[in-house]
Nanobody, 127 residues
Framework: EVQLQASGGGLVQAGESLTLSCTASGVTFDDYTIGWFRQAPGKEREGLSTITRSDGSIYYADSVKGRFTISYDNAKNAVYLQMNSLNAEDTAVYYC????????????????????WGQGTQVTVSS
């Protein structure tokens, strides 16, 4: 059974940093793409960053490119999202998700491509 848990959210001031963690069970990184998403009130869920270990590919949405960094720790079966230079527009509930991937299929940034989701962690940035 695939289970994901996102943590690390909180209240920060604009310009500060946060690191989100996604711990996974029932997932082998070689077989899955892990993605970070967020959803602000009244807005659609947005794909921020994905990492696929099998082919080394990493994706960043334009809205976070240069500010956010995704990484994984295989020993801890965890994926992290380092978020720098946060601003009020980054306020949202952040989710991690997993989707099967292989040499032929590498999921992208659309939430519909991901079958497994964590419960979300709130990030609030005060200006």
């Amino acid at each position: 059974e695939v289970q994901l848990q996102a943590s690390g959210g909180g209240l920060v001031q604009a310009g500060e940093s946060l690191t989100l963690s996604c711990t996974a069970s029932g997932v082998t990184f070689d077989d899955y793409t892990i993605g970070w998403f967020r959803q602000a009130p009244g807005k659609e869920r947005e794909g921020l960053s994905t990492i696929t270990r099998s082919d080394g590919s990493i994706y960043y949405a334009d809205s976070v490119k240069g500010r956010f960094t995704i990484s994984y720790d295989n020993a801890k079966n965890a994926v992290y999202l380092q978020m720098n230079s946060l601003n009020a527009e980054d306020t949202a509930v952040y989710y991690c998700a997993a989707a099967r991937s292989n040499w032929a299929i590498v999921p992208g940034e659309r939430p519909v491509e991901y079958a497994y989701w964590g419960q979300g962690t709130q990030v609030t940035v005060s200006s």
